[in-house]
């Protein structure tokens, strides 16, 4: 089966996939179809109880090849595998594992292999309060990376699809910044003209947060100050939550630890002085006076790693590095990004950029953005 590659991310990975008797094992195909698009080899194991819930040739058809369902001559739980993630993981597995149980395929693989665990549980929400399974999640979380479940609906859900793929990716992604604090700005500002009304912009803060993310995977200690934006961010960061270009450049100006910024955020570039009735539709015309917004950049601490980012809107490569440069000489930063609003990048998953270093030019082509986000920081390592 052919499938959109989304990055390389997981190239020349394998990952065991083992699913077990949860409900939830119907979403194992496309957990299965997203590791494949970014360059995993994915290597199915099911328990019996999985396979009453799913056939064996649906994950067949998701992982390009027959999943592993049962314990055989040709030792297939002693296989080489870079990570082990169990999605779902019901309670009855947990036990197993914990207590050293290798009955199936996916038991007796975590008995025998020194790979890391990636622990996605599933279960009736009374089961996964209950003491002895809060226990065995306990102890397993000590070798594991467990990744929270939804607790909703009478059930401890199984996570979404996002937050397992992103658990792998920390697993397997090496930490170059543990140990350094970022901060990362995102999303737009909204500066409010009455208690209803508000002058803001599109961003979706689909590049900031992913940015955040990629600093997570790495193992920086990351505080993401997002504005209003539609990106869900990562559940390893620290997240403040702020809403007008004031509060954004408050919450950057508060925090003077941090070795890595990066000014990701669509802050508005004016503001008006806030009515505290609603104006009326019927007043006829309406004049705004606009006024300048305090630069967020301005606050950034010297010392610290710094990267902007530069939005144009149909201009040329040229045009585009020129302004990007242009922001650098006023700043200092260390990087600037730019890109190109007019190439339908507000609000999509992909982006393309141009990065502007002391050193030279890189010109990055359009890419997912969390594909582009490792980039920049590949890039930003180098400084």
Do not use: W
């Not at 394998?14 to 119907?26: K, P, Q």
């Not at 999640?137 to 937050?163: C, H, N, Q, T």
């Amino acid at each position: 089966m052919e499938l959109k590659t989304r990055s390389e991310r997981l190239a020349g990975r394998r990952i065991a996939l083992c699913v077990t008797g949860s409900v939830a094992a119907v979403e194992s195909v496309r957990i299965a179809r997203e590791l494949r698009r970014h360059g995993a080899e994915v290597i199915p194991y099911m328990t019996k109880g999985a396979m009453g819930i799913i056939h064996p040739n649906a994950l067949e058809f998701a992982a390009g090849r027959g999943p592993v369902a049962g314990l055989t001559g040709a030792v297939e739980h002693l296989a080489d595998h870079d990570l082990i993630l169990i999605a779902p993981a019901t309670a009855n597995t947990i036990a197993k594992i914990v207590h050293g149980i290798a009955d199936n395929p996916v038991t007796a693989l975590a008995a025998s292999s020194g790979s890391g665990l990636v622990i996605a549980p599933a279960m009736h929400r009374e089961m996964y309060e209950n003491p002895v399974v809060a226990g065995n999640m306990r102890l397993l979380r000590e070798r594991s990376i467990f990744v929270e479940p939804l607790l909703e609906e009478g059930a401890a859900k199984m996570a979404p699809l996002e937050d397992i793929v992103d658990a792998v990716f920390y697993a397997l992604t090496p930490k170059d910044l543990k140990g350094r604090r970022v901060v990362v700005t995102a999303g737009p500002t909204m500066e409010h003209i009455d208690p209803v009304r508000v002058i803001t912009n599109r961003s979706s803060g689909k590049m900031g947060v992913a940015l955040a993310r990629e600093a997570v995977f790495r193992g920086a200690d990351v505080t993401l100050i997002y504005g209003p934006g539609t990106a869900k961010p990562p559940s390893r960061a620290e997240v403040v939550r702020v809403e007008t270009s004031d509060e954004m450049l408050r919450a950057v100006e508060s925090r003077r630890d941090y070795d890595i910024f990066i000014g990701a955020a669509a802050v508005a570039d004016f503001t008006v002085e806030p009515r505290k009735e609603k104006l009326g539709s019927r007043e006829g015309g309406i004049t705004l006076e606009l006024m300048p917004t305090k630069k967020t950049l301005s606050v950034v601490r010297e010392g610290a790693v710094r990267v902007a980012f530069k939005a144009g809107y149909g201009l040329s490569e040229k045009g585009l590095i020129e302004a990007a440069s242009m922001l650098m000489e006023e700043t200092g930063f260390d990087l600037v990004v730019a890109n190109d609003l007019s190439k339908g990048v507000l609000g999509s998953d992909e982006a393309e950029a141009v990065i502007v270093k002391k050193e030279g030019v890189i010109r990055l082509e359009r890419m997912d953005k969390q594909a582009l986000a490792k980039r920049i920081f590949d890039e930003l390592m180098r400084i």
